[in-house]
Nanobody, 122 residues
Framework: QVQLVESGGDLVQPGGSLRLSCAASGFTLDDYAIGWFRQAPGKEREGVSCISSSGGSTYYADSVKGRFTISRDNAKNTVYLQMNSLKPEDTAVYYC???????????????WGQGTQVTVSS
């Protein structure tokens, strides 16, 4: 059974950091590009970052450039999203997804996790 599981979400103060993990089971993660997406209440799901299957190419939304870093450890079948200098507007449910090519468009992805909540508040 193909499954993606996100973890690492938490309540953090503005300016703080979190590292999200996306662990895969039932398939080999290094065959896929991985994207991170987020969805805040009342808003559409938006692309945050994505990484190619080899890890050689990464992409970021303008809103997170310089603050977030995506990486992958194919030996551990896991992709990470390091989030620094967090802002209240980063508050959302964060999802990871697997697809053929790295895109920041949700429709390009085939498999999705259930999400992890990130709340940035003082």
């Amino acid at each position: 059974q193909v499954q993606l599981v996100e973890s690492g979400g938490d309540l953090v103060q503005p300016g703080g950091s979190l590292r999200l993990s996306c662990a895969a089971s039932g398939f080999t993660l290094d065959d896929y590009a991985i994207g991170w997406f987020r969805q805040a209440p009342g808003k559409e799901r938006e692309g945050v970052s994505c990484i190619s299957s080899s890890g050689g190419s990464t992409y970021y939304a303008d809103s997170v450039k310089g603050r977030f870093t995506i990486s992958r450890d194919n030996a551990k079948n896991t992709v990470y999203l390091q989030m620094n200098s967090l802002k209240p507007e980063d508050t959302a449910v964060y999802y990871c997804a697997a697809g053929a090519q790295p895109h920041l468009t949700p429709a390009e992805y085939d498999y999705w996790g259930q999400g992890t909540q990130v709340t940035v508040s003082s």
